[in-house]
């Protein structure tokens, strides 16, 4: 169980939430939901013990599991399967185990035959108990859930895209909260940060049956209606305008309809009220210009005060940031060209053949299963990392604008003034403040590093960097992952009016319709074909 009381955190000055108290007990399905830059990411770490609080304290009482938004692994020569199975302890086991087993093979000498016989039945009996075989095989199993097959764990993490690397954090700690772990049940509080990013649907719907059956903690942040839908059992809603997490014991439905409720109930108290404290002020007013009647007016003023002070506080509409992609700078008929490209990681062969030619204007999504290597298509075509075969070829005026779907493109360690001002080196600064407030960055947030950011607040400050590029050709990968729904129909409806050219790849069917694209390619054969709908349902499993 997870207890935080007098919680109160920051964002420099700004306060995000004030003296709060949250539990998570076992049972507990608890959505976290709330605006982009409200402090979901922010509370869920601090929860987690990675940050601190600015006040209050969090008691831990068993044992939880966190996915960060953004996992930056340490060793990323470990293989995936390694780095699941880590999580128990048992990587190191079956290599020792595997170890003794050869010197059990291969030494001579009896005595130390023995011993090294001895030693792999100390290492059994301790794999034994932490579940053993079932174990592993559980592990496998819940890899093959989330679209990670056996050719993936078997390679190194540093040969993986993000997606896949975020997909093995999340295996490892299902892995940890695993019935198997627990003779039956998982006290194991889950601490997850968009869970389904980079997952197809058939992943989704498993990671759903498997949120739903837990019966340890569990607080989501997602911006998946359906998965809040079907797993929730209570929410906490962040405020921003108020500071104050609003907790509604209830599932997802119940509280959309309670919320709404809510702020009607709000809106009416305060109309009503700011009605009656209106007439007083003005019959206090009156009254105030005489003399004998002075001190009733003061008391009538009072009480104007008095109603409206007693109110809840109505939620104020969300501000929405103003999201467009840039005009882009003139340039030839065909600004970039890649031909015959191919890459592999050792003997594993990612794609081959592949060959694009993207004229100006021009509108093209790249699909295939999880793996197949769209986000390092983009990253060669954007010029950071080197083909094995083939090569891409810039033509007159190109201009770039990658977005990574890892922000791969921020320096995290810098800050948010400074990695926009590094996009843009040569745009007068209050036009770059200027494009920041539009993308709903001020103030503070400026000077604060952007690896402290939230997931849709790196989103913004990415997309921003793009806006101040004035690119013609835009490599876009995972442009809505992590926005709220106000920010996403933003993208969306940049993209229907950007008139550049666009190489997308996305799970989001919406990104695609919005496009409206002219071409695919199909990894990793490196297939062109025109595009019809036939291809939208592959978007959700691709």
């Known amino acids: 169980m997870i207890t935080a009381t007098g919680l109160e955190l920051r964002a420099g000055s700004r306060v995000l939430l004030s003296d709060a108290t949250l539990r998570v007990r076992p049972g507990d399905r608890i959505g976290l939901v709330g605006r982009n830059g409200a402090g979901k990411t922010t509370t869920l770490r601090v929860l987690a013990g990675e940050s601190r609080p600015h006040a209050g304290q969090v008691s831990n009482a068993g044992e939880f599991g966190y996915l960060p938004q953004d996992p930056r692994e340490g060793d990323l020569s470990v293989t995936a399967r390694d ?7 048992l990587d190191t086991l079956l290599a020792e185990m595997i170890k003794a087993q050869t010197e059990m093979a291969e030494l001579v000498d009896e005595r130390e035959r023995d011993r090294a016989i001895a030693r792999y039945g100390r290492l059994e009996e301790r794999f034994a108990a932490l579940g053993g075989y079932a174990a592993e095989s559980e592990a496998a199993r819940i890899c093959a859930n989330l679209g990670l097959e056996d050719r993936i764990l078997a390679q190194p993490l540093r040969t993986l895209s993000g997606g896949q690397r975020r997909r093995v954090e999340l295996a490892r700690i299902l892995f940890t909260a695993s019935e198997a772990s627990a003779g039956g049940r998982s006290g194991t509080t889950l601490l997850l940060d968009e869970p389904t990013n980079h997952l197809d649907a058939d992943s989704i719907s498993w990671l759903r049956g498997y949120l739903r059956n837990h019966d340890g903690g569990l607080v989501v942040i997602s911006h998946d209606v359906d998965l809040l839908a079907d797993v929730v059992n209570k929410v906490w ?10 907790i509604y014991n209830m599932d997802w439905h119940r ?12 809106r009416r108290e305060r109309a009503n009220a700011e009605k009656k404290a209106s007439a007083l002020q003005r019959q206090a007013a009156k009254m105030g210009a005489t003399a004998t009647k002075a001190t009733a007016a003061k008391n009538m003023a009072r009480r104007a005060d008095r109603l409206l002070s007693g109110l809840d506080e109505v939620r104020r509409s969300d501000k929405v940031a103003r999201i467009t992609f840039p005009a882009p700078a003139p340039c030839g008929r065909t600004p970039l060209t890649a031909t015959g490209l191919s890459k592999s990681y050792g003997s594993l062969e990612i794609f081959t053949g592949v060959d694009l030619a993207i004229d100006r204007g021009s509108r093209v999504v790249v699909l295939g299963l999880n793996g197949a290597g769209k986000t390092t298509l983009l990253r060669l075509l954007g010029g950071m990392g080197t083909p094995d075969t083939g090569s891409v070829i810039p033509g007159h005026g190109l201009r770039i604008g990658y977005y990574a779907q890892e922000h791969d493109t921020l320096n995290h360690d810098d800050t948010v003034w400074h990695n926009v001002r590094h996009a843009a080196p040569d745009t007068d600064a209050q036009q770059l403040r200027n494009l920041l407030g539009a993308f709903l960055l001020t103030g503070e947030q400026l000077a604060q590093p952007a690896g402290t950011l939230s997931g ?10 793009l806006v101040s590029s004035a690119a013609n050709v835009l490599l876009l990968d995972e442009p809505t992952n992590n926005l709220d729904p106000a920010s996403r129909e933003q993208v969306l409806d940049a993209l229907r009016s950007y008139t550049g050219a666009v190489v997308l790849v996305t799970h989001d069917p919406g990104a695609v319709d919005a496009l409206q694209p002219e071409r695919v390619i199909l990894l990793p054969d490196g297939t062109e074909d025109h595009w019809s709908d036939d291809y939208r349902d592959l978007i959700q499993l691709a």
Request: avoid cysteine; charge should be positive.
């Open 83 to 89: 780095r699941v199975l880590s999580a128990r302890g």
């Open 237 to 246: 809603f962040l405020d921003a305008t108020r500071g104050e997490a609003d």
């Open 255 to 266: 509280y959309l309809t309670t919320r709404a409720d809510d702020e009607a109930r709000r």
């Open 456 to 465: 849709g607040e790196k989103t913004r400050l990415a997309l921003a960097g």
